[in-house]
């Protein structure tokens, strides 16, 4: 049985949506006339979602890691005439000095110096001194008060001038300092008074160095060793199965901050505040919860990020396809229709060596301009902190390299107000030399990527490359009506 329950035209392309009734199963499809898309059709399937699996315990990075990165950075500030880095860290930015060390500060700020003759030091406060004895690394301690929370005690060592001597810098010490962002060279992120001691000790003023670690195209923690990887997926599996348990846990009525409580970081730190939002508009999608009741009918997001992944959904509180039959629903379905033609054919233009810029043009072809403009770019690279930069940009000039940790995060910005789609997932971009090492190291999380790439492909439809290995337990998953997770869309040809 066939019936047609809508159709729409907005000058670019027809859009019609149709209910099939096969026994008990419903599928809703849209199929679109654009030359683009032509025999292609979406289709929403009940099916259940396999069990993909997760790792037991959290992987550890181990300390050859930590000295293979000193070892290259140190290589790569030859290559810039720095013979003296200084890596600053507090509580939200603590990724650089946490690839370096293994160490983040939490509450306190800290200040990791590399000055010449390979010497180390970790200058850190009060709270975080008797926290570093499980350092990985080889490094001198000292205790700058001055780090430390307001009302401490400053009398035993508060001066960071001469803890900065102590550490090496001394007179025509060429110095980068790394906070959080690249910038222009003599703009610099770090607090202005460790900035101006700096320039006081050395005599020449600090560049920023961050792209050392974190540009796009050449940045060292744009590629990822078996270890990190591995952390990763643990933090994938427990993003995802944190925001399905979220939508599996959905009925009107619930307030938002009793839905987060499902979400189970595993033991891993926040890369950002969980969040959960819905209303009939959705101003802020990334506020923290809050006491709102959810309704059918309203719009929903929801996202956890650890270190090492973010997990993010975002659609229509509804239970039946047919919602998406007039008024409000229709609205979101053109979106979301159009929004996983382009995902599909982000996906599809990524591989070991792609260019950044093409896949951004993939992306941007696909996308419909009347229904939405994308928020930011398309899709970043992700590490311990959410967003480490991210090539995918028009004219870009960086490839895609292996072993680079990716996430699918295109954001659409629909015309019509109150409408909220979205669904980002990472993965790993990993040539066969890298699935190699990951299958002998790692069978089992290397088998758990490939079963989740075969559902992908072989269920949902997607192109992929296999260079990519996805690492969640979503992967590439929409669902359309969010109080029923077993309506799944999916990508058919006829």
């Known amino acids: 049985m066939l019936y047609v329950i809508t159709e729409r035209t907005n000058g670019k392309r027809t859009l019609q949506v149709e209910i099939e009734i ?77 690839y370096l060390t293994g160490f983040d500060p939490r509450f306190e700020e800290a200040l990791f110096v590399m000055a ?7 200058i850190v406060g009060n709270e975080c001194r008797g926290v570093v004895g499980d350092l990985r690394i080889e490094c001198d301690i000292l205790l700058c008060q001055e780090f430390s929370l307001m009302g ?38 770090l607090p202005a008074w460790i900035v101006q001691l700096i320039k006081e000790e050395s005599g020449i003023p600090a560049v920023n160095a ?24 643990y933090a994938a599996t427990r993003t995802s199965e944190s925001v399905l348990a979220l939508l599996r846990d959905l009925e009107p009525g619930r307030r938002a901050f009793e839905l987060a409580r499902v979400y189970d970081g ?29 309704n059918e009918g309203d719009s929903l997001t929801c996202a956890l990020g650890i270190w090492g992944s973010l997990t993010c959904r975002a659609g229509l509180v509804v239970r039946d396809p047919l919602a998406f039959k007039s008024g409000k629903g229709a609205d979101v379905w053109a979106v979301i229709e159009n929004y996983l033609h382009v995902v599909k054919s982000w996906y599809a233009s990524i591989h070991v060596g792609a260019r950044a810029a093409e896949v951004w043009a993939a992306a941007d072809t696909a996308r419909d301009p009347d229904l939405y403009s994308f928020c930011v770019n398309t899709g970043h690279y992700i590490h311990l902190d959410e967003w480490v930069c ?30 909220n789609v979205n669904m980002e997932d990472g993965f790993i971009l990993a ?30 439809g997607y192109e992929l490359s296999d260079d990519i290995l996805p690492l969640g337990n979503t992967p590439g998953v929409y669902f359309p009506c969010l109080l029923d997770t077993q309506n799944v869309c999916r990508f058919k040809r006829d």
Not at 152 to 166: G, I, P, T, Y
Not at 214 to 221: D, F, N, S
Request: a negative charge.
């Open 431 to 460: 040539d066969e030399t890298l699935r190699g090492t990951l299958q002998e190291q790692y069978p089992d999380m290397y088998q758990r990527c490939i079963t989740r790439r075969n559902f992908m492909t072989g269920t949902l």
């Open 22 to 98: 096969f026994d008990e199963a419903a599928t809703i499809t849209c199929g679109s006339m654009q030359e683009l898309w032509e025999q292609e059709m979406i289709s929403i399937a009940k099916l259940e979602l396999p069990d993909f699996g997760a790792p037991s315990t959290i992987p550890e990075i181990p300390a050859k890691c930590y000295a293979e990165r000193q070892r290259k950075l140190r290589l790569r500030m030859d290559e810039a005439e720095l013979n003296c880095l200084l890596v600053y860290a507090d509580r939200e930015h603590s990724a650089n000095m946490s």
């Open 390 to 419: 991210s090539p995918f940009e028009k004219g870009s000039e960086a490839t895609l390299p292996s072993n680079a940790a990716i996430q699918a995060d295109i954001i659409p910005v629909p015309t019509v107000q109150g409408i």
């Open 210 to 233: 961050n792209d050392l670690l974190m540009h796009p195209q050449t940045g060292l923690r744009i590629r990822n060793e078996p270890e990190q990887i591995a952390f990763f997926e």
């Open 266 to 294: 595993g033991g891993l730190p926040n890369s950002c505040h969980p969040m959960v939002s819905f209303g009939s508009s959705i101003p802020n999608g990334m506020a923290s919860p809050s006491n709102a009741k959810l």
């Open 116 to 122: 010449p003759d390979n010497r180390n030091t970790l």
């Open 152 to 189: 401490q005690v400053r009398s035993q060592s508060w001066d960071l001038r001469l803890l900065l001597n102590e550490a090496g810098i001394r007179t025509g010490t060429h110095c980068g300092a790394v906070g959080w962002k690249s910038l222009m060279e003599g703009r610099l992120e």
